[in-house]
């Protein structure tokens, strides 16, 4: 047991001595069948005491930040069980919550600091303590505790520290996270929000959901019987997980019809980088990269000599729903367009002591005709950095939606409590060409698309306490003017109305400009 908060809090402020998380993947366990999340946590043995430091009514209501990371950890914990937490105390059905939004950490969270700040008094009554050991003793199995622990403490650190500080168990990070490739148990669905709730932005080729009819613009009501209108977009995406053999039951909405999908989940390989050429009186070509994995670079190679054939007059880079990856297959790809001599980002670290990194792809250009990057509301970290440096670097425009806005990095190491976990802590930001971080801000498009009336929530709707990468005031490189566009003479993309606009700029006379031909 833990002697004070203070001493879990500082454990988060001030790394434990130990071994950086490459963590010795040496070691991966051949195993036919991943455990689930809750699997991982068991192993590690996390009990309850160090959640329940934290939780102690004094420590709740010595400051606002801790407060409410003290109802995020609660929070966090009862919405694994469709549970929420009244103002008295009370877990309640979150069908009962009527008026509360949880879609997001910060919009479950504004009503317990505006709460906090009129009736500090009152607020402080409730006992976030009391709420835990109710949710521990009825809906929590044994077999859930540490998962659970896990889950609170997380939601604890969002708070109190910032969004990207988390624990993992070490066995999750070695088996999964580490050897990440792409082969896929997800059933296909990439949601979006909406007005009305919760709306499909995209259906993955060869999915479960493709097979079965899903489509983009679908409104999604429940998932195996449960209503997912209201909950974070986090929980919804776990409804949506499960193993290969399951089957997951979806009701959507669409055009006013209720209409009910039984999805058996199969194991799928979604493709790192996809190309197609775009035939027409000026022949483009189109590579998709899904993901910066490990050796998605030479992917984009094989897939520029290909292009390079082909005889086309000028590429989209399509980046959306590009979640990021390894930041040196970042680099490397972007270098392809630019040459291996120009910088593509640089590291700088929280810590002062340390000296700012700079980093070059090392490879040698292999298109030079105009192109356009294709980025929306999902496409995230290393996948910013690299729309940012082609941009920055005068080498492409970017088309779509303003960008998700993660610009962290974050190191691991075994974790000071229970050295079965990591703790993976924020220590520094990424920095474009320009000397702009994406953190926070996105990246806002030369040519806005937007994705009809579907949204996104980004880094700055998410969390209560988000982090802001400090910078020096820079001038804006957008110079994009639509009055030089050509009307294309064709539009035969049906509703992919972001690649019909990006073909169009694509030969826009400033745009070539810009990419200095």
Known sequence: MLSSPRFFIASLLVLAVGVSISLSRKSYRDTSKVKSVEGYWAETGLGPDALEDLLQDQTCSSSERYYLACANAVLTIAGRFNLGLTQEGQLVPVEELVSVDMSSEKKQLEPWKEFFSKNTAQAVKVSFFKA???????????????????????????????????????????????????????????LGQSATGYVVRKVTEGSPAKLAGVQKGDLLL???????????????????????????????????????????????????????VIDGIKPIAVVGINKFAKGSCDKV?????????????????????????????????????????KKI???????????????????????????????????????????????????????GEKTFGKGSFQEGE???????????????????????????????????????????????????????APEKQVRSTLAYSAGDCLEMEEQGLNEDVQLTKARQVLFCSRSVARAGL
């Open 222 to 276: 429940s998932v195996n019987g449960k209503k997912v209108r209201g909950l974070m977009q986090v929980r919804v995406s776990e409804l949506l997980k499960g193993e290969v053999g399951e089957v997951t039951s979806v009701v959507i909405d669409r055009d006013g019809e209720k209409k009910k999908f039984r999805l058996r989940r199969t194991e799928i390989t979604v493709a790192t980088v996809s190309t197609r």
């Open 132 to 190: 835990w050991k109710q949710l521990e003793k009825k809906h929590i199995s044994e077999s859930q505790k540490s998962w659970m622990v896990g889950l609170g403490l997380n939601g604890f650190i969002s708070v109190f520290r910032d969004p990207h500080t988390y624990l993992m168990p070490v066995s999750q990070f070695q088996e999964v996270v580490a050897k990440a490739d792409n082969r896929s148990t997800s059933l296909g669905i990439t």
């Open 345 to 399: 980002f640089e590291v700088r670290y929280l810590d002062p002591s340390k000296k700012p990194e700079e980093y070059y792809g090392g490879e040698e250009k292999m298109f030079s005709l105009p192109m356009a990057i294709l980025i929306n509301g999902s496409s995230a970290s290393a996948a910013e950095i690299v729309a940012g440096a082609l941009r920055d670097l005068n080498r492409a425009l970017l088309v």
């Open 414 to 468: 075994y974790w000071s409590q229970n050295k079965k976990i990591a703790l993976f802590e924020t220590k520094g930001f990424y920095y474009l060409p320009s000397g702009r971080s994406p953190q926070m801000k996105g990246l806002q498009p030369d040519v806005a698309v937007d994705f009809e009336k579907i949204s996104v929530a980004r880094e700055s709707d998410q969390f209560m306490n988000p982090l802001f």
């Open 301 to 341: 190679k094989e897939s520029l000599a290909i292009v390079k054939k082909s005889h086309v007059r000028g590429l989209l880079l399509d980046l959306r729903d590009n979640p990021g990856g390894q930041m040196e297959e970042a680099a490397c790809i972007a270098s392809l367009f630019v040459g291996g001599d």
